[in-house]
Nanobody, 119 residues
């Protein structure tokens, strides 16, 4: 499975961005997808996740009500709509996919896309 992110950039506080993650390869084996982020000097943290079967979602408390994760099954693309961005949202955002279920467990990562929110 290959993951390619796009959509990062520089935005002012209060603005919006939409990240995309295009998945290719053996996407039928993926059970969970999500977005993580890592700010300078901090650990990588989960931002949002979505199951590929039922579409259940979960969010970090810090982004609830502002970010929305979604997935287009036909395009094998996952999105993260980020609204009301704050300077503390500045980080490298990584697309994540987990192979699971009846397949051997394996994690896949994208190369990351920079999001910078100016105050």
């Amino acid at each position: 499975v290959q993951l390619v992110e796009s959509g990062g950039g520089l935005v002012q506080a209060g603005g919006s961005l939409r990240l995309s993650c295009a998945a290719s390869g053996s996407t039928f084996s993926i059970s969970i997808m999500g977005w993580y982020r890592q700010a300078p000097g901090k650990q990588r943290e989960l931002v949002a996740g979505i199951t590929t079967g039922g579409g259940s979602t979960n969010y970090a408390d810090s982004v609830k009500g502002r970010f929305t994760i979604s997935r287009d099954k036909t395009e094998n693309t996952m999105y993260l709509q980020m609204n009301r961005l704050k300077p503390e949202d500045t980080a490298v955002y990584y697309c994540y996919a987990e192979r699971g279920g009846r397949f051997p467990r394996h994690d896949y990562w994208g190369q990351g896309t920079q999001v910078t929110v100016s105050s």
